[in-house]
């Protein structure tokens, strides 16, 4: 199977495990010794009960036909080698192509606006959901046992572990997850070392021509929180698409380094590509700039998908290749 973690690098050439609020509600557990009772599937355990974001969800044992409206998790499960019955196929972002071209994947409408009737006539076992897709939650939890994997921007890494350590729960693939879980941990000490003398940093977005600029503790402080850039500004504005900045902004702050990311190559709006913005006399003449330590992220992984394990994983591997490539 090509995984989208896979297919993003060849298309661009530590929550333990009881951390998990998710409870086997027969014959799970722990041995004596204190390891897992069974490998065996979830479903020849019983009932499982997910706590998650919205609540709490029974499932009767091991989803055997999932919908999936969050491609972080969608990530997460290719890795885990899980089948994924159905996703939104309208514009696909990179790494999910293939994804949606499958024909026996069914279309179950867009990320905001679910096709609820089709939905209901292919009666799913799990759907799950999270960010741009949780406030269809309480419709789709009528349809369908519905969980809402989204992640916590404040501490993107443990909620994005915990939500992978679910995944692996609830599919009868703990081990696999425990080893995703693993990865990103190794990957996110290995970068902060590399990191600590690296200098500050400026994560800017660029959409319809215009920058918005982001810090630690939001949407993309994964850059700052975990891998260990100091902020090269400081950014007040806590709003899903950053604070609004001028380059003016941008060169009298002179980071180190800057981090940018093209929202309209994320959603496919078209519109001036991101280098085309940033090239202009007051940006080129920033430390980043002249130290060609302007890196241009990876849209599906830092945009679209944002949080999750293994979005997390290959955004942690672009900024190390960044440091080894431009130090």
Partial sequence: MTTVRSALRAAR???????????????GGTSEAGEPASSAPAAASGPITVEHAQG??????TPQKVFVFDFAAAAVMQELGVEIDGIPKSNPPAGFEDLAADEDVVDVGTLFE??????????????VVAGRSSAA????????????????????????????????????????????????????????????????ALIVLTSGGKVTAYGPGGRFGFLHDQL???????????????????????????????????????????????Q?????????????????RIVYADPTS?????????????????????????A
């Fill in 276 to 292: 085309q913005v940033m090239d202009n006399e007051l940006v080129n003449g920033t430390k980043a700039a002249k130290n060609d």
């Fill in 13 to 27: 050439l530590a929550a333990p495990a009881a951390a998990v609020a998710l409870v086997l509600a027969a014959c």
């Fill in 137 to 200: 939650y309480p419709e789709l939890a009528k349809i369908a046992p519905t969980v809402d994997l989204s992640n916590d921007w404040a501490d993107n890494v443990a909620s994005s572990e915990e939500n992978a350590l679910k995944l692996g729960e609830i599919f009868g693939k703990t081990a696999e997850a425990q080893q995703l879980v693993d990865d990103l941990d190794a990957k996110v000490a290995e970068v902060a070392e590399k990191s600590q003398d690296a200098g500050n």
């Fill in 114 to 127: 679910p096709d609820y009737e089709t939905i209901a006539a292919e009666a799913p076992d799990l759907i």
């Fill in 228 to 274: 260990g850039f100091a902020p090269a500004a400081e950014v007040t504005e806590e709003a899903q698409h950053g604070q609004a900045i001028s380059f003016e902004f941008i060169a009298e702050h002179d980071p180190d380094w800057i981090f940018v990311i093209d929202r309209d190559a994320a959603t496919g709006e078209g519109g001036e590509a991101a």
């Fill in 56 to 61: 709490s969800t029974e499932l009767d044992g």
């Fill in 302 to 326: 830092w945009y679209i998908m944002g949080g999750g394990v293994v979005a997390l994983q290959q955004i942690a591997d672009d900024v190390s290749a960044a440091l080894d490539e431009k």
